[in-house]
């Protein structure tokens, strides 16, 4: 009888073992997939990663991760000289949100985080996001502070010439990100100026369910 005991008791150390393996693996992120028959056109579906933590200064209290809960978010970095692509891409994407808000939705709110806090005073943000709707926030930090963010979107920037510390441009990541009401990064879109096209994918987006 004791050779058997042992046999089971061994079996149930074993099973309890690969229990206890199964529960600490990490977890495959969610696979992500638009109902059937649709597409997107400028988006792509990313694997619904939390936003790191972080901390950037604005006009009021610091921008944190917790102040993009509760509502959509379209997050872009760039810088407020920026002589094209910045105010190309928040014009657009004022109008994608007086389209959806036609719609009766209400749009993910405007996060611009500026890439340059030596120009980029919080109150130059504030005057400078009031052009794209008044819902528009604006934010910086030092590198360190915006590392997080950068790092995480996979954003990458470079200053040009700062000999003259007034006068200098910064190379960097076009693409802007759509983050959930819960605070996740949904989707990457692609630098684009069909506003139609990015209405469209966000209210696909929107209306997919999320697990």
């Given at each position: 009888?004791?050779?058997?005991?042992?046999?089971?008791?061994?079996?149930?150390?074993?099973?309890?073992?690969?229990l206890?393996?199964?529960?600490?693996?990490?977890?495959?992120?969610?696979?992500?997939?638009l109902?059937?028959?649709?597409?997107?056109?400028?988006?792509q579906?990313?694997?619904?990663?939390?936003?790191?933590?972080?901390?950037?200064?604005?006009?009021?209290?610091?921008?944190?991760?917790?102040?993009?809960?509760?509502?959509?978010?379209?997050?872009?970095?760039?810088?407020?000289?920026?002589?094209d692509?910045?105010?190309?891409?928040?014009?657009?994407?004022?109008?994608?949100?007086?389209?959806?808000?036609?719609?009766?939705?209400?749009?993910?709110?405007?996060?611009?985080?500026?890439?340059?806090?030596r120009?980029?005073?919080?109150?130059?943000?504030?005057?400078?996001?009031?052009?794209?709707?008044?819902?528009?926030i604006?934010?910086?930090?030092?590198?360190?502070a915006?590392?997080?963010?950068?790092?995480?979107?996979?954003?990458t920037?470079?200053?040009?010439?700062?000999?003259?510390?007034t006068?200098?441009?910064?190379?960097?990541?076009?693409?802007?990100f759509?983050?959930?009401?819960?605070?996740?990064?949904?989707?990457?879109?692609?630098?684009?100026?069909?506003?139609?096209?990015?209405?469209?994918?966000?209210?696909?987006?929107?209306?997919?369910?999320?697990p």
């Amino acid at each position: 009888m004791k050779p058997r005991r042992i046999v089971i008791g061994g079996a149930v150390l074993a099973l309890l073992v690969a229990l206890g393996c199964w529960l600490l693996w990490p977890s495959a992120p969610p696979t992500l997939s638009l109902p059937d028959g649709q597409s997107l056109d400028v988006a792509q579906l990313e694997e619904l990663t939390p936003l790191p933590e972080f901390s950037l200064e604005r006009k009021g209290p610091p921008l944190t991760a917790a102040d993009l809960r509760g509502r959509w978010s379209f997050v872009y970095f760039g810088y407020t000289n920026c002589p094209d692509a910045c105010p190309a891409t928040l014009g657009m994407l004022s109008h994608v949100q007086e389209g959806l808000q036609s719609q009766g939705l209400a749009p993910p709110r405007i996060v611009f985080v500026s890439l340059d806090p030596r120009r980029d005073t919080p109150e130059l943000l504030h005057r400078y996001l009031a052009e794209f709707g008044p819902e528009a926030i604006g934010a910086t930090g030092s590198d360190a502070a915006l590392r997080g963010l950068v790092t995480f979107f996979g954003v990458t920037f470079e200053r040009k010439d700062q000999t003259d510390k007034t006068n200098y441009t910064i190379d960097h990541t076009t693409n802007f990100f759509l983050v959930t009401p819960d605070g996740r990064w949904l989707a990457t879109f692609a630098p684009a100026d069909d506003a139609e096209s990015v209405l469209e994918d966000t209210l696909k987006l929107m209306r997919m369910p999320l697990p």
